[in-house]
Nanobody, 117 residues
Framework: QVRFEESGGGLVQPGGSLRLSCAASGSIWSFGRMGWYRQTPGKQRELVAIISGGGGTDYADSVKGRFTISRDNAKNTVDLQMNDLKPEDTAVYYC???????????WGQGIQVTVSS
């Protein structure tokens, strides 16, 4: 079973940048849509960005123009470049991948991103 692990989170000042990376323990060739979600206490997990197996992307309106999602099938990673970070971007960020054969959804354990001065 492939596992996913996020890295790159931490504390950053408003206007700063972070790059999150989601590394799979195996090949991601069997995963179509992959994405990043985030969650704050008391709120539902929300979609941040997704990328298809063909490279098509989509973003939440709140992050368009600031965040960029990318995937490297050779390295088995999906990254999220976050620029011009705002305090409202503070959340636990999760990586998700959907298996194209089973439609099963896989999640990482999550990583904290805190935007504060």
């Amino acid at each position: 079973q492939v596992r996913f692990e996020e890295s790159g989170g931490g504390l950053v000042q408003p206007g700063g940048s972070l790059r999150l990376s989601c590394a799979a323990s195996g090949s991601i060739w069997s995963f179509g849509r992959m994405g990043w979600y985030r969650q704050t206490p008391g709120k539902q997990r929300e979609l941040v960005a997704i990328i298809s197996g063909g490279g098509g992307t989509d973003y939440a309106d709140s992050v368009k123009g600031r965040f960029t999602i990318s995937r490297d099938n050779a390295k088995n990673t999906v990254d999220l470049q976050m620029n011009d970070l705002k305090p409202e971007d503070t959340a636990v960020y999760y990586c998700q991948a959907i298996n194209i054969f089973t439609s099963r959804s896989y999640w990482g354990q999550g990583i904290q991103v805190t935007v504060s001065s």
